[in-house]
């Protein structure tokens, strides 16, 4: 079973940059795509990007559109979630996760396989 597991978050202040990297162990990523969501204290996980492992088609959610990034290394098998611009509102725990299968909807949580842990992202005003 691909484990998934996100690093790169922490406390940045408003305006800042972070690199949230997802990487897979146990084996190759074998899926239709990799998502990102997040969920703030008190809120639902939420859409934030995607990415289609083999075409590397991207979606992102309004509220990060040209703000954040996301790319693929199929080399080493991770995905990247580039945010600049950041703002207290992006505050919440960053979840990746794992979609099988080809041609479904990647902007809803209940179309993946499996999930990271998370990782912690801190904006202060």
């Known amino acids: 079973q691909v484990q998934l597991k996100e690093v790169g978050g922490g406390l940045v202040q408003a305006g800042g940059s972070l690199r949230l990297t997802c990487a897979a162990s146990?084996?190759?990523?074998?899926?239709?795509?990799v998502g990102w969501f997040r969920q703030a204290s008190g809120k639902e996980r939420e859409f934030v990007s995607a990415i289609t492992w083999i075409g590397g088609n991207m979606y992102y959610a309004d509220s990060v559109k040209g703000r954040f990034s996301i790319s693929r290394r199929t080399a080493n098998n991770s995905v990247h979630l580039q945010t600049n611009s950041l703002k207290p509102e992006d505050t919440a725990v960053y979840y990746c996760?794992?979609?099988?299968?080809?041609?479904?909807?990647?902007?809803?949580?209940?179309?993946?396989?499996?999930w990271g842990q998370g990782t912690q992202v801190t904006v202060s005003s």
């Open positions: 996760a794992e979609n099988r299968n080809h041609g479904s909807d990647l902007r809803v949580p209940r179309a993946y396989d499996s």
């Open positions: 146990g084996r190759t990523f074998s899926v239709y795509g």
